[in-house]
């Protein structure tokens, strides 16, 4: 009789029609690999790991004779070699970055003309329970209302606050965040919306999620008109409630969803959908400094709203940062808000639609460099 056993990690074996498939998972699947490895502290030497490409090249191509069929063997073959060295690179790249973590984080929040959205978003970022971080405010032209605001909440902060401001052009969101970036001076950045409350573990979730040549796409939960109205006015610390209390609010129809508030231990399912730039939101977005720097940011061709988002994260997976999923570890609590003028929507998708055919375009073509000493 068979022995039954529990798998460890997720089954990585997948068919495939032709040889581009299999390049695509030997990068996919070298991925997940090294992380395997590495969450199994294995260390492994150069000498060992350029022996085990080579064994696989002679056991495959010679004596499961791949070599009876030439080209297609010989492609096969070479792709897992691939493979091999990926893995084993990818490693050493996760075993050089574990000692080098995220310093200090920069949170991202922009904002116009919503005070009382702005207030209740910092409100949840100072219940964090962890502190090393800043709040940099991208402030699009907002009334001396949100300056005041600021200046209270800066008074009384244990984090750093900083304002960064512009006047009033219209909308101008990628300009604002990119002017933020250059003034923040953590390493790594999560960009939040002014009117999105997070919960006290969200910097802390965020922090643990961190890493190398990923950027980390959250969700959210949005509230009702009627909702948001009754949180702002009574100014309600949402953001502390239990999951109990957001079940309630599902049953009642005041948030659209309760899935982002539960939390799920994914594991190495959040890499499954490296190149996926589809549902990353600038609302709950997290990168690292140097791979926002070599995108070039925010491109500032894309005025007024739509696809500034989905711009980044597609020039991010072209230059090679692959995406992991924060959704069940980082949500956030997005209040309501009227539709922005979508006059620009159509350009900017067009826009948007040349860009992801490009695979060599990266740099945007009116980015962060320009603020940057």
């Not at 084993?88 to 009382?116: C, F, G, H, M, W």
């Not at 964090?128 to 800066?154: H, K, P, V």
């Not at 350009?347 to 060599?360: I, K, P």
């Amino acid at each position: 009789m068979g022995v039954v056993t529990r798998l460890m990690a997720p089954m990585l074996h997948e068919p495939f029609i032709n040889i581009q498939e299999v390049l695509c998972k030997v990068d996919n699947f070298s991925i997940l690999n090294a992380i395997i490895l590495h969450d199994r502290r294995v260390k492994l030497p150069l000498s060992k790991a350029i022996n085990k490409a080579l064994w696989n090249f002679f056991s495959t191509f010679i004596l499961k004779l791949s070599i009876l069929d030439i080209s297609q063997g010989l492609m096969l073959v070479l792709s897992n070699v691939q493979g091999i060295c990926y893995k084993y690179a990818k490693l050493l790249v996760l075993q050089k970055n574990k000692d080098n973590p995220v310093e200090l984080i920069s949170i991202i929040v922009s904002t116009y003309n919503r005070p009382d959205a702005l207030e209740a978003c910092i409100k949840s970022l100072l219940q964090q329970t962890e502190q090393n971080f800043e709040i940099i405010i991208a402030d699009d032209g907002s009334t001396i209302e949100t300056q005041q605001l600021i200046n209270n909440y800066r008074a009384l902060s244990s984090v750093p606050i900083v304002h960064v401001y512009q006047p009033d052009y219209g909308f101008q969101l990628s300009r604002i965040r990119n002017k933020a970036v250059a003034s923040s001076k953590g390493n790594y950045l999560i960009f939040l919306d002014g009117d999105c409350m997070v919960r006290p573990n969200f910097v802390a979730k965020h922090r643990q999620l961190a890493t190398p040549n990923y950027f980390v796409a959250g969700n959210r939960v949005l509230l009702t008109q009627a909702f948001t109205e009754e949180v702002l006015i009574k100014k309600q610390s949402l953001y502390l409630k239990k999951l109990l209390f957001f079940i309630g609010l599902r049953l009642g129809k005041k948030i659209n969803r309760l899935s982002p508030v539960l939390s799920l231990p994914l594991g190495l399912f959040r890499y499954l959908q490296p190149h996926n730039w589809r549902k990353a939101v600038g609302c709950n977005t997290a990168i690292w400094k140097n791979d926002f720097i070599l995108a070039n940011g925010y491109d500032e061709l894309f005025e007024g709203w739509g696809f500034e988002d989905s711009d980044l994260v597609i020039r991010l997976i072209h230059a090679g940062v692959k995406r992991k999923e924060g959704r069940f570890a980082v949500p956030v609590l997005h209040l309501w808000h009227s539709q922005n003028d979508k006059s620009k929507q159509d350009s900017n998708y067009q826009r948007l639609l040349d860009r992801l055919e490009q695979q060599d375009f990266i740099l945007a073509k009116k980015g962060v460099s320009q603020y940057l000493q």
